[in-house]
């Protein structure tokens, strides 16, 4: 494995660690170019102010939400990761249309992202979360 390769790993890493902790500030480090594209829901998150909206969204139902690492490869200026996403619903949940109200339940499915890095370099331009959107809604027994 070189160098390159061996640090984008532990970007991605550090990155998945720091979301855990909310150290929002870490995790825009993190990025050339915050972005998310997020296969599955199709909803992408452009620039600092939409990627920390996300944060914000995402974490209000499942302020506990946290990873952990399957596998995780590089090839080319991608670094795969395969994992199990967790979380407990401790806040309000939009879903279609509607706002379902805490209901303590746990979760914990499956997911893979891809990190897509800038050529060269250990800075991440966009995080590619591969996710069935329903997946979360069905382990807390919502759909």
Request: aromatic letters at 10%; hydrophobic letters at 50%.
């Amino acid at each position: 494995m070189t160098d390159l390769a061996a640090a984008r790993i532990q970007v991605v890493r550090d990155h998945m660690a720091l979301e855990v902790t909310h150290d929002w500030d870490a995790v825009i480090a993190t990025f050339a170019h915050p972005r998310y594209e997020m296969y599955g829901s199709g909803a992408v998150f452009d620039g600092e102010a939409a990627v920390r909206a996300y944060f914000a969204a995402s974490r209000t139902p499942f302020p506990d939400q946290g990873n952990e690492v399957i596998a995780i490869a590089h090839a080319d200026d991608t670094v795969l990761v395969e994992f199990w996403l967790t979380g407990t619903h401790l806040g309000p949940l939009r879903l279609a249309g509607r706002e379902v109200a805490a209901t303590g339940k746990a979760f914990r499915v499956r997911m893979a992202a891809g990190f897509e890095f800038a050529p060269g370099t250990d800075k991440i331009v966009c995080e590619r979360p591969y996710f069935d959107q329903g997946a979360v809604v069905r382990a807390l027994g919502l759909g």
